[in-house]
């Protein structure tokens, strides 16, 4: 039970599966246009690959709070670079990551300092 | 096929033709820039014995030492073979230009170990800084310390060699969101101050790490602002624009202009368009050194024109 407890929103889809159902029938359209939006929620994590000299996805939707981490698996350096200087990663080898927690709601333009048409969009609210 | 790649009389190469052009320069070509109109004479083989007299330079790219991936794991090493192909030169060159990415990282012990192969030529080279030679904690001091004595603002410089001048451009900082290689205002602003007093008839070779022209966009091979430096050259008789950072031969002639993309020395990437993303091509390993080289261009005295030789590191 406390290993459970450490997870409130785990335990309760364990434990209530009948309840989640029913919230998850009621409410799957918003989830649904939720999901289109690539939202998630606050003080959560998510991450932007850079493949094929590509920011995937190339546009994120995330709440206020949230931690978005870069990885690159492409063979070449890239870094993470905000139009407006809200950010920017050192050169990223290959496998190497940057994370940044957005604090304040907007939309951050952001590129490659090495390849600069890659390009991506964060947009926090 | 082999002689109408370059010889275009200023039409202009399509795709297809340059594409061409690059299968068979690869194996090395001599061309040559007379009266204007630039005009292959062969391949290295039945060119050598009527190369004329005049002065000599290589230019070597791409360097990428620290590069270990699938697609050379052995950057350093083939660097060692390129110069080697340098110090058996018959004739040895004036100088040598390079057209930077001389490391992977711009690590200290990358440019160490470039530096020491380098070295090993005897001959003075004039650097250019590429995108992988700036991403030091200081964005380009490291390079800077080591080969911007003399330079202007990120390192370019302007000098001259048996009447012929030679401008060495940076346009890989400061670099904008879904834009190309910049040069920005104050290096063309320099740039047009150095040109005024040059006559119409002083040959003149301009190089830089990204293309000038765009040669495609989609991978971001261009300068956004390269057709500035293309307008105020446009007065002059000869000019040779020397690039690397596309890891292919990829040649042009536009009126008096000759557009020359240099081999890496590490690394082969793809033809335009050919592959998801620019990334480094793995090619079958008794392949590689065909795809990596150097160029040596000959400066012939009198009649103002420039002759080239694309070496690969497999002949």
């Known amino acids: 039970m406390p290993i459970l407890m450490n997870n409130p929103r785990r335990s309760a889809a364990r434990f209530l599966p009948g309840r989640a159902l029913i919230v998850a029938t009621l409410l799957g359209p918003v989830v649904g246009a939720l999901l289109a939006f690539a939202a998630v929620s606050a003080e959560e994590q998510t991450e932007i690959k850079i493949d094929n000299f590509v920011f995937n996805p190339p546009e994120l939707t995330i709440a206020v709070g949230t931690t978005v981490k870069f990885v690159n698996h492409d063979d070449i350096p890239h870094s993470v670079v905000d139009k407006d200087n809200a950010f920017r990663s050192k050169a990223l080898d290959t496998d190497d990551s940057f994370s940044f927690t957005f604090a304040n709601a907007g939309t951050f333009d952001y590129f490659c300092g090495l390849h600069p048409h890659m390009t991506g969009k964060i947009i926090v609210r | ?315």
């Open chain 2, 1 to 315: 096929m082999a002689k109408k790649g370059l010889d275009d009389h200023g039409k202009g190469l399509g795709r297809r033709e340059v594409l061409e052009c690059m299968v068979w320069a690869g194996t090395g070509v001599l061309w040559t820039v007379s009266g204007g109109i630039p005009h292959s004479v062969g391949l290295i083989g039945e060119a050598a014995a009527a190369e004329p007299a005049g002065f000599t330079f290589l230019q070597m790219s791409d360097s990428h030492i620290g590069f270990d991936k699938a697609a050379n794991p052995d950057a350093l090493g083939t660097l060692r073979e390129a110069v080697a192909k340098v110090k058996a030169m018959p004739t040895k060159p004036s100088f040598i230009i390079h057209t930077g990415d001389i490391t992977h990282l711009s690590k200290p012990a990358e440019f160490d170990n470039a530096d020491k192969v380098f070295g090993e030529t005897g001959v003075q080279i004039h650097w250019v800084p590429g995108e992988h030679d700036i991403i030091d904690e200081d964005r380009g001091k490291a390079y800077l310390e080591r080969y911007g004595k003399g330079s202007k603002g990120a390192g370019w410089y302007s000098f001259d060699d048996h009447s012929v001048h030679f401008i060495g451009l940076v346009n890989v900082v400061d670099l904008k969101g879904g834009g190309l290689g910049n040069l920005g205002a104050e290096q063309l602003a320099w740039l047009e101050a150095d040109l005024k007093d040059k006559s119409n008839s002083t040959p003149i070779v301009v190089f830089a790490h990204i293309p000038l022209q765009v040669i495609y966009k989609d991978w971001g091979w261009g300068t956004e602002d390269g057709t500035r430096v293309l307008e105020l050259l446009k007065r002059f008789g000869s000019v040779t624009v020397l690039n690397g950072h596309i890891h292919q031969l990829a040649q042009k002639v536009e009126g008096n202009m000759t557009f020359h993309t240099a081999m890496s020395t590490a690394f082969p990437q793809p033809a335009p368009g050919s592959a998801p993303s620019p990334g480094p091509m793995v090619v079958p390993a008794d392949q590689l050194r065909s795809r990596l080289g150097l160029s040596s261009v000959t400066v012939v005295q009198g009649n103002k024109s420039l002759a080239s030789i694309d070496k690969t590191l497999a002949g």
